[in-house]
């Protein structure tokens, strides 16, 4: 299982407001790379497309109240997890982490391990601008 992890980020939100922004998977849409070919909602499931990416399907997977959101890819060739760990500093900000945990052959990793790390990137630098 390889692990990308993104830098710890200072978020101007209250651990409850960033919880039910990532909750949403319309506001989904506000973290993604402009790269993005296909965004659809549906309910509980996100459908996205990055450009260079196979479509992927995303279901909340795991969520704690104010702490903690996992989101699971179904219906995708490469399945994989991704976390976001929410940490309160004080009423008015929290650090927010994102990890995408995923079982890659060696050939895959060396297709997709800078796809990925750049994803979590774009998605981590647009989290740290919410407010």
Sequence with gaps: MSSYKSDKILVRKN??????????????????????EKFEVYDQTCILKVANLPEIKLNIHEKISNKFVSYSASESPVPFLMKSSIEKIDNDSCHLIFE???????????MLEKPIKSFINQISNAASKLS
Excluded: G, V
Aim: glycine share 0%.
């Design 15 to 36: 651990d409850e407001d960033l919880f039910n922004t990532l909750t949403e998977f319309e506001n989904l849409k506000n973290f993604l790379p402009p790269n993005i």
């Design 100 to 110: 995408i945990d995923i079982e890659l052959n060696l050939m895959t990793k060396m």
